[in-house]
């Protein structure tokens, strides 16, 4: 059951990234040339996406814990294809925007931190491997989904594409989402008839509060990264296909990363996982800083990147527990994604202001910041004992 699990999970997972998150990487330049809207204001409805999921967050985590995961991710799936659907007919960008509100509460209840949920609910404190497993097919939800919108986009032009897409979740990803999942195997809190949910995580917590503090930070980054990396590596002597070639590294040193902690099964404390994405995160843009091979310190950054989408779903399955997992991933997500959508303005004003290579040395000093809370959250780790081995 775990093997149909992820793969019909990794399936749903590979076209809900690649048509939301992933989408205009391809399709903002023939957006723009067929509209005439800006690139700033086609980039924005990514924002726009991403903050409507941040909002939404908290209660579609809370719904998971009451309903379990399937009806969830049905839903999203039935929203993305509404979204695309209004994409593609949006003539104005009052409709492009309502589109990507749609799209952003159907990312809510279709990106990783929903499918983590559904998994804790499915599977509760053995939902780890298959966390790990889930992030491996997620890897490549860009490697299939940027080649395939190209194509299509030459085939269908930019409209069409969305069509495509949004019948693709209508006969592929929500039947799976509704279908091929299994009902939680382990018993719901409470009685028969309403259930009785157990308290949340006090947001007061100081492990809350450095995994949520850590999740933002690493967002921000990674985000700001993927959406300014080619001005800030021409800025410190680069040419544009360079550039571009060495962020193409990034993708596999991600995949790569998941695979090695695939392989260590479990036998570790997911908080060295944090150590370790944290680390690599440091060391990628330290490098870019000290002159150290750029290939080098992408496939640092990419598997910091890698190592983090583990952590964030399985280090507060093993710190706070399977009951209430689904409502602490939903008010973890909340602050991670508001950030990302507010990361793109961000990079934009710092490299405006400060200059594209000030900008990296102040993405390289907040990279410190998540290892520094990886430490404090290991010491409370070791204070408070774990069921793993720390």
Not at 196 to 218: K, M, N, Q
């Amino acid at each position: 059951m775990r093997f149909r699990t992820v793969s019909a999970l990794g399936i749903v997972e590979i076209f809900a990234w690649g048509t939301s998150f992933y989408l205009i990487a391809v399709l903002a330049q023939p957006i723009a040339a067929e509209t005439g809207w800006s690139g700033a204001a086609i980039s924005a409805g990514v924002s726009v996406g991403l903050l409507v999921s941040g909002l939404c967050a908290t209660f579609v985590g809370r719904f998971i814990e009451a309903y379990g995961g399937r009806p969830v991710l049905a839903t999203g799936m039935a929203l993305l294809a509404c979204g695309l659907g209004l994409l593609g007919l949006a003539q104005s960008l009052s409709v492009y925007f309502l589109a990507w509100l749609i799209l952003g509460v159907g990312m809510s209840c279709g990106l990783y931190d929903a499918a983590f949920s559904t998994l804790g609910h499915i599977f509760g404190k053995d939902a780890r491997s298959a966390i790990t497993q889930l992030t491996l097919w997620g890897g490549f939800a860009s490697t299939v989904c940027w080649p395939l919108s190209a194509w299509l986009v030459d085939i269908l032009g930019w409209r069409g594409t969305c069509f495509v897409y949004g019948g693709l979740h209508l006969l592929v990803t929500l039947p799976l989402s509704r279908f091929a999942l299994p009902r939680a195997i382990r018993p719901a809190p409470g009685a028969r008839g309403r259930k009785t949910l157990p308290p949340p995580v006090p947001a007061t917590d100081p492990r809350f509060l450095c995994l949520a503090s850590a999740g933002v930070i690493f967002s921000m980054l990674s985000t700001m990264w993927s959406v300014h990396f080619v001005t800030l590596l021409t800025s410190i002597g680069f040419g544009m296909g360079a550039a571009i070639g060495i962020g193409t590294l990034i993708g596999p040193a991600q995949v790569g990363a998941r695979v090695i902690e695939m392989l260590g099964r479990a036998r570790h404390h997911p908080i060295w996982t944090m150590l370790a994405a944290a680390t690599a995160l440091l060391a990628g843009f330290s490098g870019l800083l000290l002159g150290l091979p750029a290939a080098l310190a992408m496939v640092s950054y990419g598997a910091g990147n890698g190592l983090w989408s583990i952590a964030r779903g399985a280090l507060p399955l093993a710190v706070f527990g399977p009951d209430g997992y689904a409502r602490t991933m939903g008010r973890l997500a909340t602050p991670m994604l508001i950030a990302a959508a507010a990361a793109p303005s961000i990079g934009a004003w710092m490299i405006a202001t400060l200059g594209a290579a000030a900008t990296l040395q102040v993405m390289a000093i907040a990279a410190t910041l998540p290892l520094l809370l990886a430490l404090m959250l290991y010491r409370m780790a070791v204070r408070r004992g774990s069921g793993y081995q720390l």
